[in-house]
């Protein structure tokens, strides 16, 4: 409606934006809705066959190809075609309390198509899943549509200005029966990641087709990521230390697969001789710090500045993919994974207000509470100010190959959700 950044407009010309859009609202909401918009044409419907053609078999999957791309309908690599032969054994895959017009959760936003379950397949179909990969995909999805609106702010995430995206992380029996993979390359590419990649890209068709999430009309994404196309990595359980993996500190017991979905954002490569666990600490601190996360923007939590996004204050921060060299470094000096935790927070260090307020009031100062405005204008300029308070905010999960290499990735939510197999 209005085809600009409002943060890009200065403040005359954000009020003209505004008016012009009040406009455009109050017309639609004075004029009579078309028939098409009626319950009847909205009923749901089995998919409908189409027939492409060609000199061979070839020739004709590249025809449906050329049509799909053109579309929008595909992520602009090559799709599998989605053939009812294909199709059916992903739809007998699932659940047998769900059928194939069974809708997933609520409407799925942006765009508010309606996640059922043949949907579902079809986009897992063309992006090379198999048919075992649906309870992963299923729960994926519920975990997003299925919780309290706000608690995952998917709308956000998926149409935003900003390069957001859904993160699967996965626990429990189910990696190694899907064969995921959680060692070297664990999110790609290549054959070690083949089912992550997969299992990724069915997340992304689903997004654009499903969700209606097209880039350009719905996705508003101002330079986008690689992150995109794919997202889905595993805990390298049998390389954790502690025992102890990401699920079990959710609550669920370790022979139960979850798939726990983040709102993912920057990632950052963290590279650090484990031999010396102190000055590990310390540059582990010193990097989530600058990765902030949580509540607000960095020390945004520290001061009281509630998120804008998150409905669950226990949910947001970073995730922190612990190398197993890393994490073997850290377990054998005696440190807990929530030892950690409090650690990095006590230790982040600390800008000064004034320079904090300089770099917030680009991101979202104009939205802050009077009252908590008017709390730290009181305050001294030079109040050292640290990242988010909060040690539950950072989730760790061990990931990768026997190197000394973590990675970050901040996020304002995440949810975990049981796998029905």
Same mark, same amino acid.
């Given at each position: 409606m209005i085809p +600009?950044?409002?943060?890009?407009?200065t403040?005359p010309?954000?009020s003209? @934006?505004?008016?012009?859009a009040?406009?455009?609202?109050?017309?639609a909401m004075v004029?009579?809705?078309?028939?098409? *918009?009626n319950?009847?044409?909205?009923e749901?419907?089995p998919a409908?066959v189409e027939?492409? $053609?060609? @000199?061979?078999k070839?020739?004709?999957?590249?025809?449906?190809?050329r049509?799909?791309?053109?579309?929008?309908?595909?992520?602009?690599?090559?799709?599998?075609?989605? *053939?009812?032969?294909r199709?059916?054994?992903?739809l007998?895959?699932?659940?047998?309390?769900?059928?194939?017009? @069974?809708?997933?959760g609520r409407p799925?936003?942006?765009? /508010?198509g309606?996640a059922?379950?043949?949907k579902?397949?079809?986009?897992a179909a063309?992006?090379?899943?198999e048919p075992?990969h649906m309870?992963?995909?299923?729960a994926a999805i519920q975990?997003?549509?299925?919780?309290?609106?706000g608690?995952f702010?998917l709308?956000i995430?998926?149409?935003?200005?900003?390069?957001?995206y859904?993160?699967?992380?996965?626990? %429990?029996?189910?990696?190694k029966q899907?064969?995921?993979?959680?060692?070297?390359?664990?999110w790609?590419p290549?054959?070690?990641?083949r089912?992550?990649t997969?299992?990724?890209r069915a997340?992304?068709l689903i997004?654009? #087709?499903?969700?209606h999430c097209y880039?350009e009309?719905l996705?508003?994404?101002?330079?986008?990521t690689?992150?995109?196309?794919? $997202?889905?990595?595993a805990e390298?359980?049998?390389a #954790?230390p502690?025992g102890q993996?990401f699920?079990?500190?959710?609550?669920?017991h370790?022979?139960?697969?979850?798939?726990?979905?983040?709102?993912?954002?920057?990632v950052?490569?963290?590279s650090?001789?484990?031999s010396?666990? /102190?000055a590990?600490?310390r $540059?582990?601190a010193?990097r989530?710090a600058? %990765?902030g996360g949580?509540?607000g923007?960095g020390g %945004?939590?520290a001061?009281g500045?509630?998120?804008?996004t998150?409905?669950?204050?226990d949910?947001g921060g970073q995730?922190?993919?612990?190398g197993p060299? &890393?994490?073997?470094?850290?377990?054998?000096?005696g440190?807990?994974k929530?030892?950690?935790?409090e +650690?990095m927070?006590?230790?982040?260090?600390?800008?000064?207000l004034?320079?904090f307020?300089a770099? +917030?009031?680009?991101?979202?100062?104009e939205?802050v509470?009077a009252?908590?405005k008017?709390?730290?204008a $009181?305050? /001294?300029?030079e109040?050292?100010i640290?990242?988010?308070?909060?040690?539950? &905010?950072i989730h760790?999960?061990?990931?990768?190959?026997? &190197?000394g290499v973590?990675?970050?990735?901040? %996020?304002?939510a995440?949810?975990?959700?049981l796998?029905?197999?």
């Amino acid at each position: 409606m209005i085809p +600009y950044t409002l943060t890009s407009r200065t403040e005359p010309q954000g009020s003209s @934006d505004a008016d012009d859009a009040f406009s455009m609202v109050v017309e639609a909401m004075v004029t009579a809705p078309s028939q098409q *918009t009626n319950g009847a044409s909205r009923e749901l419907m089995p998919a409908e066959v189409e027939h492409f $053609a060609g @000199d061979g078999k070839l020739n004709a999957w590249e025809a449906f190809n050329r049509e799909f791309i053109e579309r929008g309908w595909g992520d602009g690599f090559p799709l599998f075609a989605p *053939t009812r032969e294909r199709v059916e054994p992903f739809l007998r895959y699932v659940s047998p309390r769900w059928q194939p017009l @069974d809708v997933i959760g609520r409407p799925f936003p942006p765009g /508010d198509g309606m996640a059922t379950v043949e949907k579902i397949a079809i986009n897992a179909a063309m992006a090379g899943c198999e048919p075992e990969h649906m309870p992963l995909l299923i729960a994926a999805i519920q975990a997003m549509l299925e919780s309290p609106i706000g608690q995952f702010p998917l709308r956000i995430l998926l149409s935003s200005h900003g390069a957001g995206y859904p993160l699967m992380l996965v626990n %429990g029996p189910i990696v190694k029966q899907l064969g995921l993979a959680t060692g070297m390359n664990a999110w790609g590419p290549g054959k070690p990641g083949r089912v992550n990649t997969v299992i990724g890209r069915a997340m992304r068709l689903i997004i654009m #087709n499903v969700a209606h999430c097209y880039p350009e009309i719905l996705d508003l994404d101002t330079i986008g990521t690689a992150g995109k196309y794919s $997202a889905v990595i595993a805990e390298n359980e049998d390389a #954790n230390p502690w025992g102890q993996p990401f699920h079990v500190d959710r609550g669920f017991h370790a022979n139960q697969s979850v798939v726990t979905m983040f709102a993912a954002g920057d990632v950052s490569t963290f590279s650090s001789d484990a031999s010396q666990s /102190d000055a590990l600490l310390r $540059a582990l601190a010193a990097r989530g710090a600058a %990765g902030g996360g949580g509540s607000g923007a960095g020390g %945004g939590g520290a001061l009281g500045i509630p998120s804008r996004t998150e409905g669950d204050a226990d949910r947001g921060g970073q995730l922190l993919m612990l190398g197993p060299e &890393h994490a073997r470094s850290l377990f054998a000096a005696g440190y807990s994974k929530q030892a950690l935790r409090e +650690y990095m927070v006590k230790n982040a260090p600390a800008t000064p207000l004034r320079e904090f307020l300089a770099t +917030y009031a680009f991101i979202g100062w104009e939205a802050v509470p009077a009252a908590v405005k008017e709390r730290i204008a $009181a305050m /001294d300029p030079e109040t050292p100010i640290r990242g988010d308070p909060n040690p539950d &905010h950072i989730h760790i999960a061990v990931i990768g190959g026997s &190197h000394g290499v973590s990675e970050f990735i901040t %996020g304002p939510a995440s949810i975990s959700k049981l796998v029905e197999q």
